[in-house]
């Protein structure tokens, strides 16, 4: 616990058992489009719209367009926003890199971090960029000479395909990484090539009192008035090439980056957005969304309310873990509030009945045709008994998984078990993540692990799930733990939960990476030898999950099988055909993709109708002197004076914060640019609000509102607050004289773009 290899693990556990997605028939403004459908797109509508410039401004396959400029950052979106590798991202992405380069007489994470010149900008330790260079479909090459129907067999025909694919195409020296990915259940297949830069540094972030302003108390919620935004830099070495960090390296070139509009926005005003979503499940059948909304979700609640709280106590005394802890805690307590008004949300838009009905009507659609029937009858039944098998195991299966996250180290000595079993199959059997290059990059983590490690917490956490293993109903009891403690009760059970949890973490073979590494260079009949409590109970617990792999073996191949064939029939219901299906969007996946809408506000609950905009006036008022409503002395002495340069809202009196738009995001996709219709970044993606939460399931068009730092409030607080306005000149900025000159023109450039 307390690293990103543990948060993974938890946030990976809702697709573990119930993986793959739908694309969705669009309404509204919804839709995540990947770049090769924008020329897809009504452009007529989007002309009508607002959008200014041609479609190939946006993506071109042969050229250079705004795409280039968009990339993977850390786990979110950035941008290039100046021809030396200047990205601009959110505070919250770079958060996790400030904590790191942090100690007890530096804490960046809390008091923010300001390069006076490129000699003095701080290495981002792990973070990469991703520069997406080309995407094409190559469904052809993937399915063609694999029969049907879905089977193991035909999953493994696949995989080894796609495997042969990216190493053909991958140039590891070279920084390029190919990956083939599903769409639409696998209906399609798209291969993406990526550079990937390893040197990534931060120039500017502010301080936590302004990049998280209202901290969790605020998180997704409206009005918002957060300065949640930070410049990094991508460097190359001198050769050009994506290199690990040095002193001599360069700054990377950009083929694009964006201009900055100070021009100003105003309700109604076409917005797109670029970026890389995470992951949505939407159009997803009532089996899976009812699993996921009942049983999965609140599991997770449960799970991380005790993380959080034992995470905390572990900082109240101890100021090193409490600036070590920082991004753990705000990454899980975002993950946790995510959850809640998921759940809240799916309840509230009725979505599993909503399902129902839709399912209803296709069953009834289905059984009038007798040809109809033999094709996709049995879709729905399958998928019901699928679910219904998933359940009656859920809680045992969820907190099996969910042990593995307790303790890194748990973790670990699982992986080195299967690897040493692994290596004795044949060749042709082995699984490659197992294999050298595995063991390498984990080993190659292992530092970050044991800088991030607090053995406190892992022995709480790990005493609280052996308690929940207590609590399991009949019939779905763990067996290794019932063997160790069931003929225990209350609290003398609960004592020998507390010290094999404590012997398993704090085992003096293995608290140091060496020891911890040393299990990579075993046999898997030496591991079974070594009978010390954290890998006996590793290989335990590594034994339980193994049961669970039939299970979910049969369960993901009826689903593999079922779920491509429900949104074929789904399709053809609708009047549709495969080409026009193929013109939807299918679920993210960590992909770019475009999205549009317009600056917008909603109407959350009877009698309160919100405004799309707040400002700098607001932040002030919400100012309280202590966390997480700490407005810094400057930035209120700058508002008194009305020092706000250039950056204000048309009447000069303020300067913007935050504002929303009907804009189609998802987790990923923040510290994504939201631009205006002359493709000009306007402001960054940083939240979406409570009410559009469960947008991974289904799109609210009339609540779910993207939340988005406005670019003036940016380059005040860069300029006038952190006086680092030498970062300015790097930027292209779009003054309102030039928007006048822009609208002057315009007439030209309409009869270029019909």
Not at 147 to 174: F, N, V, Y
Request: glycine share 8%; proline share 5%.
């Amino acid at each position: 616990m307390g690293s990103k290899l543990a948060r993974a693990t938890a946030l990976s556990l809702l697709l573990l058992l119930a993986i793959g997605a739908m694309p969705v028939w669009v309404f509204g403004d919804e839709g995540m489009f990947l770049p090769d459908a924008i020329t897809r797109l009504p452009a007529d509508q989007l002309k009508k719209r607002g959008l200014m410039i041609p479609t190939s401004q946006l993506y071109n396959p042969n050229g250079i367009s705004i795409k280039d400029a968009v990339v993977i950052v850390g786990g979110g979106t950035g941008e290039f926003v100046s021809p030396d590798g200047l990205l601009l991202t959110n505070h919250h992405v770079s958060f996790e890199a400030l904590v790191a380069a942090s100690d007890t007489s530096k804490d960046y994470g809390t008091n923010g971090y300001t390069a006076r010149s490129r000699a003095e900008e701080l290495s981002a330790k792990g973070y990469t960029v991703t520069i997406t260079q080309d995407l094409k479909d190559v469904t052809s090459e993937v399915l063609g000479g694999i029969s049907q129907p879905a089977s193991p067999e035909r999953s493994a025909a696949i995989q080894k395909k796609i495997l042969a694919m990216e190493t053909a195409g991958s140039r590891p020296t070279e920084g390029i990484q190919v990956h083939v990915l599903p769409m639409s259940e696998g209906l399609s297949y798209y291969q993406f090539t990526y550079l990937v830069l390893r040197d990534v540094r931060i120039v500017y972030a502010p301080p936590k009192s302004i990049g998280f302003f209202g901290g969790d108390a605020d998180n997704f919620e409206w009005p918002r008035h957060c300065g949640d935004f930070a410049f990094m830099r991508a460097y190359v070495g001198p050769d050009g090439k994506p290199a690990d960090y040095s002193p001599q390296n360069a700054p990377y070139k950009p083929k694009r980056f964006l201009s900055l509009s100070i021009a100003g926005i105003k309700e109604g005003d076409f917005m797109m957005v670029m970026g890389y979503p995470g992951s949505t499940r939407r159009y997803r059948e009532s089996y899976s969304v009812a699993y996921n909304q009942d049983i999965a979700m609140p599991f997770f609640i449960d799970v991380l309310s005790y993380q959080i709280e034992a995470l905390k106590d572990a900082g109240k005394n101890d100021s090193a873990a409490r600036v070590r802890l920082q991004s753990t805690i705000f990454g899980l307590s975002n993950d946790l509030k995510n959850f809640e008004g998921s759940v809240l949300a799916m309840r509230r838009a009725n979505i599993v009945e909503t399902k129902r009905a839709q399912e209803a009507a296709f069953t009834h659609w289905v059984n009038a045709d007798p040809a109809r029937k033999m094709k996709y009858g049995e879709i729905l039944p399958s998928l019901e008994k699928a679910y219904q098998v998933l359940t009656a195991t859920a809680q045992h299966d969820l907190l099996v998984q969910q042990m593995f996250g307790a303790s890194d180290l748990i973790a670990i000595a699982s992986f080195a078990q299967r690897a040493a079993a692994d290596k004795e199959k044949p060749e042709a059997e082995r699984n490659p993540a197992l294999g050298p290059q595995g063991i390498q990059r984990l080993r190659a983590q292992l530092p970050g692990v044991f800088a991030e490690r607090n053995p406190t917490v892992e022995r709480e956490l790990l005493a609280y799930l052996l308690k929940k293993a207590d609590e399991l109903p009949a019939g779905q009891k763990i067996d290794f733990i019932e063997k160790r403690f069931g003929n225990l009760q209350g609290d003398a059970r609960r004592r020998a939960e507390e010290d094999s949890a404590r012997e398993v973490v704090d085992g003096k073979r293995y608290s140091t990476m060496e020891g911890l590494s040393s299990l990579f260079d075993l046999t898997a009949a030496q591991l079974r030898e070594l009978h010390e409590p954290l890998t006996d109970f590793a290989l335990e617990l590594s034994t339980e999950a193994q049961r669970l792999q039939p299970r979910q073996q049969v369960f993901n191949a009826t689903v593999a099988r079922w779920r491509p064939l429900l949104l074929e029939g789904m399709v053809e219901m609708r009047g549709q055909n495969a080409s026009s299906q193929r013109n939807q969007y299918p679920d993210a996946n960590r992909t770019l993709r475009f999205s549009y809408g317009q600056v917008k506000g909603y109407v959350p609950r009877e009698a309160i109708d919100y405004s799309p905009f707040t400002t700098l006036g607001g932040v002030v008022e919400k100012d309280t002197g202590r966390e997480p409503f700490d407005v810094p002395e400057k930035l209120k002495q700058l508002y008194r004076a009305h020092d706000f340069g250039q950056y204000t809202t048309p009447d000069r009196a303020n300067v913007p914060v935050n504002f929303l738009s009907d804009t189609d995001i998802i987790g990923g996709n923040s510290g994504s640019p939201i631009m205006n219709g002359r493709g000009e970044q306007v402001g960054i993606i940083f939240d979406g609000n409570y009410e559009g939460l469960g947008n991974d399931f289904f799109y609210n068009e009339a609540k779910g509102r993207a939340i988005a730092v406005d670019i003036r409030y940016v380059l005040f607080l860069t300029e006038k607050f952190a006086n680092a306005g030498y970062i300015l000149k790097e930027l292209d900025i779009k003054s309102r004289a030039a928007r006048s000159r822009w609208a002057r023109s315009t007439s030209i450039f309409a009869s270029f773009y019909a």
